[in-house]
């Protein structure tokens, strides 16, 4: 259910940067079955999740969008004390 409402909310940022509204779940499934690199920075306390680009530029543009929303709420990564930031584009 957790999974299900998050989501839930990146569908309602993404939605609105879409054309085809009803294709915002589709298009984050994509993201969820892309592989991403995962660089921990104890010294700067920041876990980086760089994701790799998708099938086409607009797609990449409106996750940029997605990335930009998420790196605004500053989340602490669970059980540690590492601030998440999540880029487009694999280091």
Do not use: W
């Not at 996750?63 to 280091?91: A, F, H, M, W």
Request: glycine share 2%; net charge positive.
């Amino acid at each position: 259910m957790i999974a299900y409402r998050a989501e839930t909310a990146m569908v309602g940022i993404i939605r609105q940067y879409m054309s085809r509204k009803d294709d915002a779940r589709a298009l984050l499934r994509q993201v969820f079955n892309t592989e991403a690199d995962i660089k921990p920075d104890y010294k700067n306390n920041t876990l980086e999740i760089s994701l790799h680009h998708l099938t086409n530029r607009a797609s990449d543009k409106i996750i940029q969008k997605l990335c930009e929303q998420i790196n605004k709420s500053e989340t602490i990564y669970p059980d540690t004390n590492l601030r998440l930031i999540v880029k487009l584009g694999s280091v």
